[in-house]
């Protein structure tokens, strides 16, 4: 499995961002492994509520970690702000770098990764193709 260690820039939307990488590098599934660095806003969607909430900075990505895959991105993430004080939750869109992000990704095959319904959830949960026998 190979990795990709990477750097966002100023102004760059982390999510939006995070979504397109596997792209490039030909494949559509991969995991956040880590990330770091620094942000203007985040967008985060706490447990259980129904819609993202902004938090506004400065802010530092204290963790960053998910799944991307071509039927959607499960990404979640804590930040800490300018009094040390940490929330975190599921990373929205609109979550704008200040001065870096630090990304390492772990690169799957093409379609590796998939969501489809769980009846036991309720929702669009994660699947890895090829199944693995149990």
Known sequence: MPFL???????????????ALPQTRGTDSAFVVAGMGSLVQASLRYADA???????????IVSLSG???A???????????????VIGGHLGYGSTVRT?????????PQGTLTREHDE?????????WPPRPS
């Open 100 to 108: 870096t992000a630090e990304v390492l990704l772990a690169l799957l």
């Open 71 to 85: 039927a959607g991105a499960h990404l979640h993430m804590s930040v800490a702000d300018a009094s040390g004080r």
């Open 120 to 128: 036991a959830t309720g929702f669009r949960e994660l699947v890895v």
């Open 5 to 19: 260690p990477i750097r966002l820039s100023p102004g760059v939307d982390l999510r939006r961002a995070l979504e």
């Open 67 to 69: 799944s991307l895959s």
């Open 50 to 60: 129904p819609g993202a909430s902004m938090v506004t900075g400065p802010l530092e």
